[in-house]
């Protein structure tokens, strides 16, 4: 385990990037909507569309996207984020190919965040591949868009300070999170309202219940490494 590095100062803005509309919320909520109330210009970049969020085979496809759309939005209004972006890649079928680390260029570039946050694409024996093709594609798209050579028609780079990786294989990073943090980040969660069932296992209020009681225990164990009664634990990595 390497040395602890302390939490950032707020950032003047951040963005946040998932592979699917509710991973961003599972990953750094708690974090974000501390830096939101203190004063942080937040965005989310969703890279697919969904379409595979139901355990239900005659679900309305179409349907489902536009659903799981309306509730990243209302998501990311509880997260205290100024806009959400989606690139509509298929559910299940993400690549971190070039013409997708060109867009989440584009929107690193566009939003000019001082903090990126993504999954780990690193992270061992992971199950879900469009979980290790965000990560992939968040940290190339970083490299892109700080060096001005990459995607030049794009005009303009930018360099974000900071790229905190979720779902960490080996943390080396916390930030602290309060009871407060913790509520919001299941506010933000519960807005997903189709995955209750499927990805947060809640089919009664007692499950709700539990659900929330989930949320609050991985955050005290994420904390405790560093010493922090709540936490979202974090690889750090230097962008320079
Ligand atoms: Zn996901």
Redesign the pocket.
């Known amino acids: 385990m390497t040395a602890v590095t302390g939490a950032l100062p707020t950032p003047k803005g951040v963005l946040a990037i ?3 509309p ?2 961003v919320e ?1 990953g750094c909520a708690a974090t974000l909507a501390r830096w939101t109330g203190d004063g942080a210009e937040a965005h989310l970049l969703i890279l697919t569309d969904g379409a595979k969020g139901s355990w239900e085979p005659s679900e309305d496809v179409a349907a489902l996207i536009e659903t799981r759309k309306r509730e990243a939005q209302e998501a990311a209004g509880v997260l205290g984020a100024v806009a959400v972006h989606f690139l509509d890649a298929v559910d299940g079928e993400l690549e971190s190919g070039l013409t997708l680390r060109e867009a989440v260029c584009r929107v690193i570039r566009e939003t000019g965040p001082d903090v990126v946050l993504g ?1 780990d694409p690193w992270k061992r024996y992971r199950l ?1 591949p ?2 290790r093709h ?1 990560g992939f594609l968040t940290v190339d798209g970083v490299v892109a868009a700080r060096d001005p050579h990459f995607f030049p028609k794009q005009g303009g780079h930018h360099r974000p300070s900071t790229l905190l990786l979720f779902e960490a294989d080996e943390a080396d990073h916390w930030e602290p999170a309060e009871e407060s943090h913790l509520e919001v980040k299941v506010r933000a969660l519960l807005s997903h309202r189709s995955q209750w069932r499927s990805t947060m296992g809640i089919e009664s209020e007692s499950d709700r219940a539990a659900f929330e009681q989930r949320v609050h225990n991985a955050a005290r164990e994420a904390g405790e490494p560093a010493g922090l009664p709540y936490a979202e634990a974090f690889r750090c990595v230097d962008v320079d």
């Open positions: 998932g592979a699917h509710d991973d599972f999954h879900h469009d979980h965000a």
